[in-house]
Structure formats: C-alpha cells, structure tokens
Nanobody, 127 residues
Framework: QVRLEESGGASVQSEGSLKLSCQAS????????MAWFRQALGQEREAVAT???????SYADSVKGRFTISLNNAKDTLYLQMISLKADDTAMYYC?????????????????????WGVGTQVTVSS
C-alpha cells in the first residue's frame, strides 16, 4: 500500500518561494508516475507537475519556469520547489502516485487517473 504525506505548506508573500515535500512509503520510485496537484477553493483539482520513473518531468503551463518537481529516491521523497509565487497559486497542494510502466505521465493527466493521494498541504500567497 502506497502512503503519501505532504508537508511544507505555508502563508507567503507574493514573489516569495516555498518547497513542498511528500514523504512516500510502500512503493518503488521507478514504478510510479508521481505528481503534484492543487485545488483552489471552488475549483477542480489540477495537475501542476509530474515526474515518471525515468525522471522525465512535465509541468502545467501556468507554473512552467517557476515550479520544479524532483524526486529523491534515497529518501523516498517527492519535492516541489516553487518560486515567484502569485496569489493564483493559493490552493491545497496534493501529492499523488499511480503505477507506471513506461506509459503516459504528463501534467495533463486528470486526477481520476491517480490511485494514491496524500491529505494535502495548504499554500496561501498574499499580494
């Protein structure tokens, strides 16, 4: 059973930065598509960034150049480094995982295609 636990959410000023972490257990990194999603109040959950078992990354257009997803296999930890934060980035951020064997793992995958989820960590950006 894959378990995911996010941390690192906080309230920050516009143009600030944050680094989110997602501690994973019960999985082998190379066999999963890992993702960060976010859900703002009243909005649908959307993928922000993904990384597959080969280390290939993908980003939503809204965060390209500002967010970086990475995976430390030794620590079983997924990260999301966020810079130049905007008020529109305010949301609950979720870590997600889905089994991967070389297929599609891009940032336009829907939330319903991921089997495992953390409980989320809140990011609030004030202008």
């Amino acid at each position: 059973q894959v378990r995911l636990e996010e941390s690192g959410g906080a309230s920050v000023q516009s143009e600030g930065s944050l680094k989110l972490s997602c501690q994973a257990s019960g999985y082998t990194a190379s066999r999963y598509c890992m993702a960060w999603f976010r859900q703002a109040l009243g909005q649908e959950r959307e993928a922000v960034a993904t990384i597959n078992g080969a280390g290939t990354t993908s980003y939503a257009d809204s965060v390209k150049g500002r967010f970086t997803i990475s995976l430390n296999n030794a620590k079983d930890t997924l990260y999301l480094q966020m810079i130049s934060l905007k008020a529109d980035d305010t949301a609950m951020y979720y870590c997600a995982a889905d089994g991967w064997s070389g297929g599609y793992c891009d940032a336009d995958r829907g939330a319903s295609s991921f089997d495992y989820w953390g409980v989320g960590t809140q990011v609030t950006v004030s202008s």
